[in-house]
């Protein structure tokens, strides 16, 4: 049972059967080649009430980088059957276009149907930092850490924050948390060098956003 190593092996692993689950999901389905979306537009025609199938041809169309066409198939499968999945890869589709606060809607509908999915709080998180909404990105990481508290980018993100607000010594002390919870992370080891340079300016942190998780 794949889900049963969570929390039991890779320590602290909260998340191990999942990731192995995702992995195994992603590698079925379709890319965005032509035969991925003749074989994808065959799947719609043969079940036009199928909210999975128009997923099926919005993550062709998304791979493809078609992203308006994928955002038009999610709002498809949406419409017969409300799902985690189709408003968590819409959100993604709006991403890629630089919406960022419809990426957020969708986000907040997908915490909505399924609070325990860390990867929407994440990801919500980076939308509102893109967007410069600073308070709603601290309360989304922060939420992210409750339910994975390995994730050392969302602890990044939140010094990157702090520094902007010119509130060094807290996002000093995010960066060293964020080195603990992964000392090898290379973007908060980058920013604990950076650190070093606070006596004389306050240099602009790096931060995790140029892709979701």
């Not at 090898?184 to 606070?198: D, F, I, R």
């Amino acid at each position: 049972n794949w889900l049963g190593l969570g929390g039991t092996w890779a320590v602290p692993g909260t998340y191990y059967g999942q990731d192995i689950l995702n992995i195994w999901r992603q590698a079925l389905v379709p890319d965005g080649s032509a035969q991925s979306i003749a074989d994808a537009e065959r799947r719609v025609k043969d079940n036009p009430n199928d909210a999975a199938a128009y997923i099926n041809r919005a993550i062709a169309y998304f791979n493809a980088e078609r992203y308006s066409r994928a955002i038009a198939d999610y709002d498809a499968a949406l419409k017969i059957k409300p799902s985690v999945e189709g408003c968590y890869d819409r959100a993604l589709a709006h991403e890629m276009m630089n919406d960022y606060a419809r990426a957020i809607a969708d986000y907040s509908e997908a915490i909505a149907l399924d609070e325990l999915f860390p990867q929407a709080w994440y990801n919500r998180g980076r939308a509102h930092l893109l967007a410069n909404q600073y308070d709603e990105a601290i309360a989304d990481f922060n939420h992210s850490l409750e339910l994975v508290p390995q994730l050392a980018n969302a602890k990044n993100n939140i010094a990157v924050i702090h520094a902007r607000q010119h509130k060094l010594e807290q996002a000093a002390d995010d960066i060293k948390d964020a080195a603990r919870i992964n000392s090898t992370n290379e973007v908060v080891n980058a920013n604990l060098e950076l650190m070093k340079e606070w006596q004389s300016g306050e240099p602009e942190l790096k931060s995790i956003v140029d892709k979701p998780i």
